[in-house]
């Protein structure tokens, strides 16, 4: 049982280029969240998908976009890479239920380096 | 403007000691508080959360303390261990979505 899945999990960008990071869990989870994890900040949401077919803007959107593909999917696309974007980024996949929630499983994450 | 706020930055720890992080959150909405733990290179990881209908949780050797007048809530780690030694995360979430809101994290590093 894999949990959370993420590719590439490191990744060297220049600086205008574009990619897109995958992540797929096998869980049967309703909802997945895409974090970035920078010193000092903790870790920030900048996307999230609380059912298939809906995403929504965290607290971090600005460069970024996402794809739900499926139950099991949930990709996340920088269109053009700036350094500022150089972090740790995490998938992560919970339950997702109104009335029960047991948290968050997180994927080994993709550390991106823009330069 | 950072909605859980998490003290220390980072504490040091004697081998057998007691390591106590604190957090602080301002929504009343809140209804889920769970704590995680980070190893190097790792995702962070479940570790023990809280509701708002109990004061306190504990689970081995790790308790969360829960005041919600206060709005303050604390992970205490009894006979720390080397292998402790970790990041640690609190969070707060509630509302649609279930969206976790993170600390900034403690680096505990626990002294054999």
Redesign the interface.
Known sequence: NAG?TQTPKFQVLKTGQSMTLQCAQDMNHN?M?W?RQDP??????IY?S?SEGTT?K?EVPNGYNVSRLNKREFSLRLESAAPSQTSVY?C?S?E?RATI?????????TRLTVV | QQQVKQSPQSLIVQKGGISIINCAYENTAFDYFPWYQQFPGKGPALLIAIRPDVSEKKEGRFTISFNKSAKQFSLHIMDSQPGDSATYFCAAAGGYGNKLVFGAGTILRVKS
């Open positions: 959370v909802s969240y974090y000092g900040m903790g870790l920030r949401l999230y609380a929504d965290g995490f992560a919970s997702g929630f047991y948290g968050y499983t997180f994927g080994s994450g």
